[in-house]
Structures are given as structure tokens and as C-alpha cells.
């Protein structure tokens, strides 16, 4: 790859001498597609643009909201711990076996947990919290359910449980179940539309 680019800076200079206005336009060209190549790379890779559709993430995202999704990090902490962790709070894309669209939603259960909803209030059990305890009010990440509604569900290891901030009006893992850890596409890092509410997450 070195010396591939050590010949091509040799030809584009020796075209610069010998034939001024042509080595110009090849090294503005070769640039334009380097930089091409280089965000074509990574969005596919690494980035991803997706768009908001539907009300099941209000009001932290709301229908036509533009998204910049970062797809590699499941990638990253394989290569790194050897196992993808997803934290709680973590708002993701994922894939729905017999769906045609990704869907998005906040990760609240994590893999061994077990997770009670009753009396409007979720507990959540695991080895840490073997009596429970409630979620703590951050990054929506409230244990008040405003719904008449009970649930006792598992975690299993390399599963999470996902759920949609407008809790009232969502189809999440409370319908469809828990969801595979490797059937997430990417975790949601910034809006980027509309430009006035543009917001890390």
C-alpha cells in the first residue's frame, strides 16, 4: 500500500512538471475520489443515517427526527472485552425477524435480569440487586409506569429487554418479546434534524 502510494505521488509530481494543468486536474480528481472512498467506507462501517417514524420514542425522538447511528460498537467490544455489553439507557436500532423495518427503541433490561411491573412501578432483579431496585429517573429511565399493566419477564444471556419511551403508545419487548444483542444494527448518538434540536444521546 506504501509504495503503491510512494509511485502514485511520483506520477502525479512528474505530471505536475511535465504537463502542468493535466497533473492538476488527476490530483483533484484522485482527492475527490480518496474522500469519496473514505465516507463511502465509513457509512457503511461504521455510520448510519436512519429516520424516525411513529410516536413510540416520544418525546425524546419524534417522527421525522434524522439520526446518526453508530453501527460498529458491538464490533469494537467483541474485538476488544470479546462480548458486546449494551449499557441501560442505550436508545438502538435493531432487526425484527418477519419485519420489513428496523425498529427503535431503549434498552432497559440487560442480559440475567428479571424484570416485575406491577402496581404501575418496575422492579428489576439481578446478581447485584438480588431484592431489586428501581430504575433511577435518568435518560427516561423512570420506573413509573403511567398503564394498568403487569408483566414478569427473564432476561436471558444474550438477550436485552427494549421498551419505547412513550410507554403508553409502544409496541416493544412487553408485545414482541426480548431481543437478540446481535440482532442490534447500532446505538443512536445524535440527532441531527431538526437542526434546532439537534441532541447527543
Known amino acids: 500500500m506504501i509504495n503503491l502510494l510512494r509511485k502514485w505521488f511520483r506520477f ?11 497533473g492538476l486536474i488527476v ?4 482527492s475527490l475520489i480518496v474522500i469519496l472512498s473514505i465516507f463511502l467506507v465509513v457509512s457503511i462501517v461504521f455510520i448510519d443515517v436512519a429516520q424516525v417514524k411513529g410516536i413510540s420514542m416520544e418525546p425524546t425522538l419524534k417522527a421525522d427526527n434524522r ?18 455489553k449494551p449499557q441501560r439507557g442505550d436508545i438502538v436500532i435493531f432487526e425484527k425477524e418477519r ?3 428496523l425498529i427503535i427503541k431503549r434498552i432497559i433490561g440487560l442480559p440475567n435480569e428479571r424484570l416485575v ?9 439481578n446478581a447485584d440487586f438480588p431484592q431489586g431496585f428501581l430504575l433511577d429517573n435518568q ?17 436471558k444471556r444474550g438477550e ?14 412487553r408485545i414482541f418479546g426480548n431481543i437478540l444483542i ?20
Do not use: C
Open 139 to 155: 435518560k427516561n429511565l423512570t420506573s413509573d409506569f403511567d398503564i394498568d399493566e403487569k408483566f414478569d419477564i427473564q432476561v
Open 99 to 101: 419485519s420489513e423495518h
Open 27 to 30: 490530483h483533484v480528481l484522485a
Open 67 to 84: 439520526l446518526i447511528i453508530f453501527k460498529s460498537e458491538g464490533f469494537f467490544y467483541r474485538l476488544i472485552n470479546g462480548e458486546y
Open 12 to 22: 502525479v509530481g512528474k505530471l505536475n512538471r511535465n504537463q502542468p494543468p493535466l
Open 117 to 125: 411491573l406491577e402496581n404501575q412501578r418496575l422492579t428489576i432483579y
Open 182 to 201: 446481535e440482532n442490534i444494527i447500532g446505538r443512536v448518538i445524535i440527532r441531527i434534524w431538526p437542526v434546532d434540536q439537534m441532541k447527543t444521546f
Open 160 to 173: 436485552v429487554f427494549v421498551i419505547g419511551d412513550n410507554r403508553s403508545f409502544s409496541t416493544d419487548s
